[in-house]
Structures are given as C-alpha cells and as structure tokens.
C-alpha cells in the first residue's frame, strides 16, 4: 500500500521560515494536501493541490511538489503556528501521512 | 458559516456497539461527499469511511469494513456511523469532515472538520 513519510518533528525560531516535508513514490504526479492541527483541535486545511491557499489562511504559508518531496513552507513562522501538520494524497484511496509536530522556539 | 457537530461517542466495552451522528449546516449537504476520519490517542489521522452526495455509494478502510456502516440523511442534514464489533483498536477520536467533491475520489480532500468526539473502548 502507499505511503507517506514525515519527519515526527521540526523546530524552528520564530521569524524563520520552517519546511516540512512529505515524501512518497511518485508524489510530484499526484496531488498533496496539507492539514494544520494545534493541540486539543481538530484539522484545518491550510493547502491543497499542491500550492492553493483556502480563503483565510495566511501568506505565509506555501506549498510544492516534485518528484518524490512535498513541502510547506511557513514564513516568517509565528508562535500561533506550532501545530502538527499532515499531508494527505490519493493512491486508490486517501492515504494520510504520520504528521509533523512544529515547534517554535 | 459550515458547522459540524458530532455526537454519540462515549465508553463501550469490547464487542459492543455505538452510533455516531454528525448534524451539518452552513453549505449544500446533499451535494458533497461526506466521511469520518479518526485519530488514535498520540497518533496520525486515519481515514474511517466516506459516503457520496446522494448517499447510493459508501466506502471503508480496509479495518473497519464489515463492521462500521456510514449513512446519510439529507432532509436532515446528518451523517451518522454505526459502530459494531468494538475493538480496543477502535479508541480514538472520530472527526466528521466534509468533503471538497460530491463523490469519495481522486480529488478527495476535506475542507471541514468538526470538532470531534471520543470513542473509548474498554472493559
């Protein structure tokens, strides 16, 4: 079946940008999706379809894919966006990746 | 505004059964694709189940086919989960989202999620 691979956690100071990465076979030819959860919430859809912003999230937040990497990308990353973040994609189904805890320190 | 509101979760002993019910409002129900997703304690999301616009056509991960069955009520504008079997694997926290597309496919991904509810089985 396939997979998606995430880093568990990446840290970043605040003001930086932080990447975040997915990694799975041929991921650059299907679609990536990227959801934001802070602790004790439920997920937010912050990119889709790669590089699409949903109204209401903020620049700062970015997205590509390539090859076998998905990234997003958050600059100049804020106190507020330490969260866990999951990349989703579809391979004969929807398939979820492990998420990435981002800090902000 | 889209809103979802789960209700239903709560403690169940092994073997047991449990009804989870979503009531949405704020968009078109009948006209997206709707499913539940989970998330076990420390863990990542896993989808559950997902049910087409119209209701005809539902889907389910391969462990918990057979024993969750998905439903639908448009004039009511609830989705509901009923839970059989109950495995102690089963413990999570059940989100209901709704789905950018009418039907559960290659343009899957979900643009709303509720708040969630906790399902904890346990002797």
């Known amino acids: 079946s396939y997979e998606l691979t995430q880093a568990p956690s990446v840290s970043v100071s605040p003001g930086h940008t932080a990447s975040i990465t997915c990694s799975g076979d041929?991921?650059?030819?299907?679609?990536v999706y990227w959801y934001q959860q802070k602790t004790g919430q439920s997920p937010v859809l912050v990119i889709y379809?790669?590089?699409k912003r949903p109204s209401g999230i903020p620049e700062r937040f970015s997205g590509s894919n390539s090859g076998k990497i998905a990234t997003l990308t958050i600059s100049g990353t804020q106190a507020v966006d330490e969260a866990d973040y999951h990349c989703?994609?579809?391979?004969?189904?929807?398939?979820f990746g492990g998420g990435t805890r981002l800090t902000v320190l | 505004e889209v809103q979802l509101l789960e209700s239903g979760g709560g403690l169940v002993q092994p073997g047991g059964s449990l009804r989870l019910y979503c009531v949405a409002s704020?968009?078109?129900?009948?006209?997206?694709?709707m499913n539940w997703v989970r998330q076990a304690p420390g863990k990542g999301l896993e989808w559950v189940a997902a049910?087409?616009?119209?209701?005809?056509?539902?889907y389910y991960a391969d462990s918990v086919k057979g024993r969750f069955t998905i439903s639908r009520r448009n004039s009511k504008n609830t989705l509901s989960l009923q839970m059989n079997g109950l495995r102690a694997e089963d413990t999570a926290v059940y989100y209901c989202?709704?789905?950018?597309?009418?039907?559960?496919?290659?343009?899957?991904?979900?643009?709303?999620w509720g708040q969630g509810i906790l399902v904890t089985v346990s002797s």
């Open positions: 049910i087409s616009g119209s209701g005809d056509s539902a």
């Open positions: 989202s709704k789905d950018a597309s009418y039907d559960y496919g290659a343009n899957f991904f979900l643009d709303y």
């Open positions: 041929k991921l650059g030819d299907k679609y």
């Open positions: 704020g968009f078109n129900f009948s006209s997206r694709a």
């Open positions: 989703q994609a579809w391979d004969s189904g929807v398939v």
């Open positions: 379809q790669d590089t």
